[in-house]
């Protein structure tokens, strides 16, 4: 059974929905990026590998940290329904679908949240679960409720949003952000608008059918591919980062050479492409993308474990 909210156009469950709709209000895919990204921080922290940090309460504050990072997503799907409803990759989603309540969709995001920051903070310590809190507020409401309607700048400001989650996840240790903790921010930071603007250039018409200013539709495909190479260049240099300040030996090294070039060369394909082969392009850079991140973190990751054991 179902009902029509007339102020927004979109419909809503009255009920009967399955757990994988609930769970698909927490955004999964998202929920996966940001608990490996949190895990590559805790174990790149002082004694993440050495017992600086219990087993168990590192379970938790990684737990908490995926509940937290599904409750911001609850919420963005909460205040988003009614342009996820006109847009083809999210009109499937539970809200617009009918599956699930805005309603529902608020509260379970709202007792995630509260939940996973009280539970982090008890656990670990609340310097981490301040980081969480502001990190569930600034996706929810600093992103989704404002900059994304608001400015083509939308993805670059709100990318923060995402690259909280190493940093915390180091914090969950050592109870303090440090230069190293930055850096895996950075990395992320950079690395979000040439990934969704990638997104964005072949999915023009949707963003502007739902009326979000992303910057192709703003600024022109021109424009959006300059800025594309411009961050892919500071995105290259800012990987290698880690090799000069003590976090990484050849191995990383070596490996973010490659992956940076790599992206690099994507971008700057995509920056001579036009038409149907520019949008094959891009679908190539956001595809390339995802892989990159995980790359780069899981050879800072290898490079640190290698190192700790002496083989290199």
Not at 257 to 283: E, I, N, Q
Request: hydrophobic fraction near 55%.
């Amino acid at each position: 059974m179902a009902f029509v909210d007339d102020s927004k156009g979109y419909v809503t469950a009255a009920g009967g929905a399955r757990v994988e709709d609930y769970f698909a209000l927490l955004k999964p895919r998202v929920m996966s990026l940001v608990v490996f990204t949190a895990i590559i921080g805790l174990l790149l922290a002082p004694g993440g590998l050495t017992g600086g940090i219990n087993p168990v309460v590192a379970i938790i504050a990684i737990l908490c940290i995926a509940i937290g990072a599904g409750g911001s997503g609850a919420l963005n799907m909460w205040y988003d329904a009614d342009i996820d409803r006109v847009m083809s990759r999210t009109a499937n989603r539970p809200i617009p679908a009918g599956r699930v309540s805005r309603e529902e969709a608020l509260t379970l995001g709202l007792v995630c949240s509260g939940f996973s920051v009280a539970i982090l903070g008890l656990a670990t310590n609340w310097v981490v679960a301040a980081l969480l809190a502001f990190t569930i507020f600034f996706y929810a409401v600093i992103y989704t409720m404002w900059l994304k309607r608001s400015t083509p700048q939308n993805i670059v400001i709100g990318g923060a949003a995402g690259a909280f989650p190493p940093m915390i996840g180091w914090a969950a240790v050592t109870g303090d952000i440090s230069l190293p903790s930055v850096v895996l921010f950075l990395i992320i930071f950079l690395w979000t608008p040439p990934h969704f603007w990638a997104l964005a250039l072949y999915k023009q018409g949707d963003y502007g059918a739902a009326g979000i200013p992303m910057l192709p539709n703003v600024a022109g495909e021109r424009a959006t591919k300059v800025q594309i190479v411009a961050y892919s260049v500071i995105l290259a240099a800012t990987s290698l980062v880690p090799s000069f300040i003590g976090m990484s030996g050849w191995l990383y090294t070596a490996v973010a050479v490659v992956t940076g070039a790599s992206f690099l060369y994507l971008a700057l394909r995509l920056y001579r492409a036009d038409g149907t082969a520019m949008k094959k392009v891009a679908r190539s850079l956001f595809t390339y993308s995802l892989s990159y991140l995980a790359v780069i973190f899981f050879a800072l990751m290898t490079d640190h474990i290698a190192q700790l054991v002496g083989w290199l």
